[in-house]
Structures are given as C-alpha cells and as structure tokens.
C-alpha cells in the first residue's frame, strides 16, 4: 500500500526512547511537514523523549503512546522504533501502518521497509527517518532539526543564565555524561583539565555543567575536583526543554556523543563533540543550515569503533583524546562569540 495521503490526513507517529534519535527523527517529520503541510501529526513518546517532539513546529500533538485497543482513528501509523512492541500498538490505531521489518513485526505492518538493505548502506541515522517518511511521501527530505522555543521559555533561560553570567561574558555548557555506557564518556580528568585550561585563557568566560539525573555523578565529580568560582552546575535539575532553552542561550558545547550534542545540534550551538567507542559517520550531530555547527575530535584506534557499552581494556580512544587539542578547537569556537 503506497498511495499517498489524503488531504488533512491524520498521521500517527511512534516516537523513540532516545533523546539523540527522538531530535533526529524530528528532521525527517519536519521535511513531511514540508512538503504536506496539511497533515495532522500526532506523536506518541514516552517520558523521556516527549519534552524533544513538543519543541518542533512539525507536530501538532503529542501524548504517550496510547493503549491497546483505542480505536483506529489515524490514516496512517509511522513506527519509528524497531521493537515489536511499537508495532503491536500500531495495529488498533490505524490500518496502514509503516515501519521496518525487525524483531518478527511484519505481519504486523502494512509497509514493511528493509531494515538490514539500509543497515548494509552504513549511512547515517536520519537517513533511517528520512526512508520512513519518503514512504508516505517521496518528495520529503530529512532537514537539520530546529527547536522552537516559547518566549517565556527563553525569558526564564536568560534569568537562569544571568544568575551565573555577567553582561557581554560568555559561556560554554559542558556535557560530561552519557547515558548509552560509560565507554562514550571522555574522562572526567580529562574534562577538569581543559575547564582549568580554559578559564585560564578567557577569563571572562564561565562553565555550566549540564547532565541528566543519571549522569550527575560525573558532573559532581567535576565540581568536586575542580571549585572554581566561573564553574556552575544545573546537572540533574531541568527538565529537557528547560536544558535545550538553556543550552540554546550559551556560546558553545563540548560533549560526548549523546542526546545533548543532538540537542545542541538543534538549538544552532557550535562546540566539540567527543567520540570513542561510537561511529561519527552513523550517529555524528547533524550539519546546520548556516553556521558554524559541532565537530567531531576523536583519536584513530584500532579497536574503534567498538559500540560496546564499557570499555573492556584502557579505554584508549578517549584517554589518548588529549585536552589540549579539545582546548584549541573550542578556544576557536568561542573566538569573538558573547551571549546575545
């Protein structure tokens, strides 16, 4: 079943559980929204990732995935996860479904994409999305994903940012966690190093720690070995689209490959990104439009990339990923850059 849908077609969206793939796929439904801007686009997500698809003008609803059995009120459902479960919910939601054929689901959808055809491409992540929504539609095209934020979103992130920066300083957000595994994570030393290297070069400049919950540890870790006056921390405290607001007002990010280097990607900050144990050519952040965007350092290893969660011998891709080349590329970054 390929024909497209009707005018003001209603479109069911099974959104992922990863922040970093939640604000990649939103480039694909943005370049449907593009081209069929009549569609009606509801998302389901979960908790972790709903605060991501309520910050894109591409959807027009979202709500938790709903429960078995509540009527198919959609023309069609896009599955973006490959699990099974996503696809079974598909079933009483609409008669069209969509989705990649994985985990024994394709008696389940009416679409069925060939998930190991685009795995054997070994291209990046949103072109996983983009096939997805080309399937409704082949005019669309995966764009750069863009926030949106409400004015008092950002009024409330600017009082935030003034409570630690000056007027015409600066400010670099640092990402020290990873919520995939500890092996994506560049080490914490590492990370105290290049703070003290560059509060020393730029001494207007100041640091803001930002992290999930589960990832606070590593931030309190940084504060611990590093008190420093031009050092702040709102790890573990905002919800997600405070954190994208937030992020969105600072100069610059260094992180690891995670879901904030995807939010930064998406809120336009230039910054480093740190890779290791992870494939830039498969999960890299995502060029923008204009600007400067995110970089990828890493260190070529022999054993890399090895996609494990922890790091089962010296962790040498990020060890050897040394603070002072990370020091030169933000320093260029922040060159001339002040707070809006």
């Known amino acids: ?12 969206v099974r959104g992922l559980n990863w922040i970093g793939d939640a604000v990649l796929s939103l480039g694909a439904l943005q370049g449907l929204k593009k081209v069929r801007p009549d569609l009606h686009v509801t998302v389901g997500a979960p908790p972790a990732t709903d605060g991501v698809y309520r910050l ?54 009416t679409q069925v994409l060939d998930y190991q055809g685009w795995k054997r491409t070994h291209r990046h992540q949103s072109t996983y999305y983009e096939t997805l929504v080309r399937a409704l539609d082949p005019g669309a095209a995966f764009e750069p994903p863009v926030f949106f934020f409400s004015e008092t979103a950002l009024s409330g992130a600017r009082l935030r940012l003034r409570s630690f920066v000056g007027e015409g300083e600066q400010a670099v957000a640092v990402n020290p966690g990873a919520f995939y595994g500890r092996a994506k994570t560049w080490p914490s030393h590492h990370f105290v ?51 994208a607001a937030l ?11 995670s ?14 990104a740190l890779f290791g144990p992870t494939d830039p050519v498969a999960t890299g952040p995502v060029p923008p439009v204009s600007g400067r965007g995110i970089s990828v350092l890493s260190v070529p290893t022999a054993c890399a990339p ?22 030169s590329e933000i320093l260029t970054v922040l060159k001339g850059d002040t707070l809006p």
């Open 247 to 257: 992020l969105s007002l600072c100069d610059a990010l260094v992180t690891n490959d």
């Open 306 to 327: 090895c996609l494990l969660r922890e790091c089962p011998i010296d962790h040498r891709c990020m060890e050897r990923l040394a603070p002072e080349r990370v020091l």
């Open 259 to 272: 879901g904030m280097m995807h939010l930064g990607s998406a809120t336009g900050r230039p910054g480093v």
């Open 193 to 243: 190093r290049l703070l003290d290297d560059l509060f020393d070069a730029l001494p207007s400049l100041h640091a803001i720690l930002f992290s999930g919950e589960a990832d606070r540890p590593l931030a309190q870790e940084i504060e611990r070995r590093l008190p420093h006056p031009r050092l702040h921390s709102v790890a573990g405290e905002l919800s997600l689209p405070e954190s």
């Open 56 to 109: 894109s003008a591409a959807v027009d609803a979202v709500g938790p995935p709903p429960r078995l059995r509540s009527g198919r009120r959609f023309d069609a459902a896009m599955i973006l996860p490959r699990s099974f479960r996503s696809a079974w919910e598909s079933v009483f939601l609409s008669d069209r479904r969509i989705g990649f054929a994985s985990e024994g689901r394709s008696l389940l959808l």
């Open 1 to 12: 079943m390929k024909e497209a849908l009707s005018k003001n077609g209603r479109l069911y």
